[in-house]
Every structure is written in structure tokens, then in C-alpha cells.
């Protein structure tokens, strides 16, 4: 007989017995189905957190009091040796700004500004951020109306602001809101510049900013203290030049920071830098343990779906003896009979696997339309998978059943009652 032949013989064998056939492909079912839903989950958290991370630019350099940590390699903190590291400066910037593979330099502190009013209209939870001249190249922000922070900006603590399109949005509507004043912390603020709209962060808005000169805020904000000082004090973004690697710049950037602070060669850093592609990495390597738990939990409801396959094929072939010995009576050979029963065992286990593929990929999309942030993605890869893990299973649990078939004697298995 062809493949067609077989095949079709095999469905309609499987049509048959349809309440037994699905009972055994369901283990076959939920093991694709949650290999599915998890690859397409996991891809998609990815792909989000490489297009998110993208707002940040990539490659700044964020100089902090301390490292960034996730993930199970992260180490205990020692928050009392963390609160007494020494605050950065503005001259700490000045000083890595004229490094030959650093493009900017420049100091960065923010807080929440709470909400904003302007002619009975509002904005809701907006932060306050200082920073100086570049910070747009190192904040990845673009102008879009107006100019950013300048150089006299700064050293004259001038009180001038630029806004983002959320807050332009929502204070002044169609107007533009270039020259025009903005109070802000009790301080009124020219609006000198607007910016391009960022978007969400993992549902968190980008654009409700207001940038000024990191020494007017500095005026009017105290530096925080104590433990407020670890994550709250003043740090550090820099940019490395066109055409510079990353760990090349972060070198320099460690000598520089460790020459300014005295520390001896034994000495360890008292401050961190930390970049996207840490942040990045790190979530990567989550995903990546959620991934290899997940399939080896797949992977066990995949065994004992073959082992139904395989018990379900054995049956099946105490049942059909004497068809076994009419058709090796009329002629059929010890490989045409075992290929019809591996043919049915394995027709059986991809029907789980579509049937499978299909619930994972709804499952995954229900899940991306509840949860904002996470959006499914189901690349051709995860359905050649699924169907590759279905045969494999037909394949592995029906040889044995199809031997035993093809090795029956033809005169004891027409007699078989």
C-alpha cells in the first residue's frame, strides 16, 4: 500500500474509536498546548523587552552608587557600605565628558512631581528630572518643538523647562506650548522645548517629563540623605562616541571615576555601572529557566501521552490479530504492518499536536490581551516544534506495538479468537 493508502486507513481506523483516540492524544494535547502557550508567551516578553529597553538607548552608561541586580547571580547588598559610597558631582560629569570615547557626560536626578495644573486642565504623576547640555543624546530623547537644555542653561540656573508630549497633550491641547510658563513645585518655568513621544515602559508613561537644568533643581531640591541617597542622590549617564565599543568606553569610565576617588589598585569600585544590555541579559536568563521548567513539565505530559499511544496501540493490536493474519495471508509483508500500525500511532499523536498548537497559540493570545504589557508572539519555529515533538513521541511509542504486529504468525493469528 502507498502513504495515502496508510493514511487514510489510519483515519478511518481513528474515526472509529473517536472518544478512545482523543482520551489518548489528550496527554499529547496538554504537553504541546503548554509547550506552546509558554514558547509564544516567552518569545513575546523578548521581543517586548528588547523593543522597551530600545527607549532608553542602548548604549548609555548609567553611573550609579550601586550595580544593578537581577536574576539568581545577584548577590546580597551590603546597604550600609552602599550608604556611605560618596555622592557624585557635577564636575564628575564635567570630567568624564572630556574622555576621547565619551560623546556626553552628564548629570541626572529626578523625583515625582505629582500632578500638574494648568487653566483647569491636568497631568497625573509627572516626574521632575535635572539634567544638563547632551542629556537628550544619553536620555535618547528628540526635540520635536523648540530646543533642549543648553550649556548657559545650566550655569545659569535659568528656569526653563522641556515638557513631554503627554504633559503637552494634556495642559495645553492643540496649542503649542513653546514660550509659553509652566509652575511646577511652586517654581514657574519657561517651556523652551517639547519632545517626541516615547510611549509606554511596561505600561508605565515616558513622556510625563519635565527636564530642567540639573543646577536649577539642585537649587531648589536638596540632595536626599542616608538610604534615600542609594537610589535617590545624583548619577551619571554617559554616551560612548559613534564607532566605540560599549567595554571599551566602560574601562575608561571606571579609570576615570577611580582616579577622581583615590582608590588604590586593592581596592574595590565604590560605585556601579550598569547598561541596558545588563538589565536585558539578566531577564533573558529569567525567561530562559522559566523556559527549560516549563518544557521539562511539558515533556512529562508528553511521555505519558506516548505511553497512552503505546498501550492504546497494544490493544489495538490484540483486537486486529486475525486482520493481521487475513492480511498477511493475502499477501501483505512484515513491513507493510508495521507500517500501518506506526502510521496510526503516529497520525494519532500529531492530531494531538495540532489540536494542541491551536489551543496554545488562543491560550497565549488570551493571556496578551488580558495582561497589557505581554504580548503573544508564535513564530514559525514554536508550530514546527510542536508537530516535532508530536512525531517524535507517534514515532518513539509506536515502534514497539507496530513490531509486535508485523512479527505475528499468520496461521495463529487467524485463528485467534
Keep these: 500500500m502507498n502513504f495515502l493508502s496508510l493514511l487514510g486507513l489510519s483515519v478511518v481506523t481513528l474515526r472509529h474509536h473517536k472518544s478512545r483516540s482523543f482520551l489518548t492524544a489528550l496527554g499529547i494535547i496538554i504537553g504541546v498546548m503548554t509547550v506552546i502557550t509558554i514558547l509564544s508567551l516567552l518569545e513575546g516578553l523578548n521581543r517586548k523587552i528588547k523593543e522597551e529597553f530600545s527607549t532608553l538607548g542602548s548604549s548609555t552608561i548609567y553611573i550609579q552608587k550601586m550595580e544593578w541586580q537581577m536574576g539568581p547571580g545577584r548577590h546580597r547588598l551590603d546597604f550600609e557600605e552602599l550608604r556611605k559610597r560618596p555622592n557624585f558631582t557635577v564636575e564628575d560629569a564635567e570630567a568624564l565628558a572630556k574622555l576621547p570615547s565619551i560623546e556626553a557626560a552628564v548629570p541626572s536626578i529626578g523625583k515625582g512631581a505629582g500632578t500638574i495644573k494648568r487653566l483647569g486642565n491636568e497631568a497625573q504623576n509627572c516626574e521632575l528630572k535635572g539634567t544638563a547640555e547632551g542629556g537628550d543624546l544619553t536620555g535618547n530623547w528628540v526635540v520635536e518643538q523648540g530646543r533642549f537644555i543648553t550649556r548657559e542653561d545650566r550655569l545659569h540656573r535659568r528656569l526653563v523647562c522641556v515638557i513631554g508630549s503627554y504633559i503637552a497633550e494634556n495642559l495645553f491641547g492643540a496649542e503649542n506650548p513653546v514660550d509659553q510658563t509652566l509652575d511646577v513645585d511652586g517654581h514657574r518655568y519657561l517651556i523652551v ?213 508485523s512479527k505475528l504468525n499468520p496461521i495463529d493469528a487467524i485463528r485467534y479468537e
Design 193 to 405: 522645548g517639547v519632545l517626541e513621544e516615547k510611549g509606554a515602559m511596561f505600561g508605565n508613561i515616558q513622556d510625563n517629563v519635565v527636564i530642567i537644568p540639573v543646577s536649577t533643581y539642585l537649587k531648589y531640591n536638596p540632595l536626599p540623605r542616608g538610604w534615600r541617597a542609594i537610589w535617590g542622590g545624583l548619577s551619571i549617564e554617559a554616551l560612548p562616541k559613534p564607532g566605540v565599543p560599549l567595554e571599551k568606553a566602560m574601562a575608561d569610565v571606571e579609570e576615570q571615576l577611580r582616579l577622581l576617588r583615590g582608590l588604590r589598585y586593592d581596592q574595590d569600585n565604590d560605585f556601579g555601572l550598569n547598561t541596558q544590555q545588563m538589565i536585558m541579559t539578566a531577564m533573558q536568563g529569567i525567561t530562559s529557566t522559566l523556559w527549560i521548567v516549563m518544557v521539562g513539565i511539558a515533556a512529562i505530559s508528553l511521555i505519558v501521552g506516548g505511553i497512552g499511544i503505546m498501550n492504546i496501540m497494544l490493544v489495538s493490536v490484540a483486537e486486529r490479530t486475525r486482520e493481521i493474519g487475513i492480511r498477511k495471508a493475502v499477501g501483505a509483508r512484515d513491513r507493510d504492518i508495521m507500517i500501518q500500525f506506526l502510521m496510526e500511532a503516529v497520525v494519532l499523536a500529531l492530531l494531538g499536536g495540532l489540536i494542541g498548537i491551536i489551543v496554545g497559540i488562543g491560550i497565549a493570545r488570551l493571556v496578551s490581551v488580558l495582561v497589557e504589557f505581554l504580548d503573544a508572539a508564535s513564530p514559525w519555529w514554536t508550530v514546527v516544534l510542536g508537530f516535532g515533538f508530536s512525531a517524535a513521541v507517534g514515532i518513539f511509542f509506536g515502534i514497539y506495538p507496530a513490531q509486535k504486529a
